[in-house]
């Protein structure tokens, strides 16, 4: 940045900082300091024996809370004790859904899903989905109505037809409002994971697709 560049940048900022509005602590500040200034100098001594705390005062008490604060740990129990099936882990990612459901002959680690049902909007069936495998234990507000993705496979020739050789899977983007945790034990074979923690449990071909649209807020 030039010298030139770099005075106009000041300039620029100062303007915004003078026709900014002061907030009401600011407001408050200005007026005590305005008053104690007429005081000192016994223009108004209207306090009536009065105590006033001032807005110095609250500053040094906050100031003295903050020396005192000291955060919770990062690392919780389920961290410690592994246990995925706790939303109190890994507090600094958001964490993914994954439920094991039979498919076919077999049980796989999928992200939640169920077929469509004629009347319904995509959304709706998610959100029929979600309250399903909750029992309406969870709440989420999904956000949009479009789908953030899909997953397309093929059926086995086995059960391929003239008007069906595959399906598609569309998926919602939803948000975790509220829980009543935990869930009744065997209620949900589920685990909450992280992005990079998804490749443990879904198989390649199906990581490698969802794993684009599974971005962080």
């Not at 300091?33 to 100098?41: A, F, S, V």
């Not at 039979?102 to 319904?120: D, M, R, T």
């Not at 909750?134 to 993705?149: D, I, M």
Request: aromatic letters at 8%; glycine letters at 4%; charged letters at 35%.
């Amino acid at each position: 940045m030039s010298r030139l560049e770099k005075e106009m940048a000041e300039l620029v900022e100062q303007m915004d900082l003078e026709k900014s509005l002061y907030s009401d602590h600011e407001i408050r500040c200005l007026a005590e300091e305005e008053r104690l200034q007429r005081k000192k100098e016994k223009y108004d001594d209207d306090d009536g024996g009065k105590e006033i705390v001032l807005a110095q005062d609250l500053e040094d008490a906050w100031e003295q809370k903050l020396h005192k604060f000291s955060p919770a740990p990062r690392i919780t129990d389920a961290d410690k004790d592994d246990d995925r099936t706790s939303l109190n882990r890994k507090l600094d990612q958001n964490l993914l859904l994954l439920v094991k459901q039979k498919v076919g002959n077999q049980e796989i680690w999928l992200l939640p899903q169920a077929e469509w049902q004629a009347g319904e909007t995509l959304r709706a069936t998610a959100e029929r989905v979600l309250a399903e495998l909750s029992g309406r234990h969870w709440e989420a507000k999904f956000l949009g109505n479009a789908p953030c993705g899909f997953y397309k496979y093929k059926f086995p020739r086995v059960v391929q037809t003239d008007t069906g050789v595959g399906a598609k899977v569309f998926f919602f983007k939803a948000l975790l409002q509220h829980s009543q945790l935990p869930l009744p034990k065997g209620k949900l074979d589920h685990v909450w994971v992280s992005k990079e923690e998804l490749v443990d449990y879904l198989k390649p071909e199906y990581h490698s697709q969802v794993s684009q649209f599974l971005v962080d807020l």
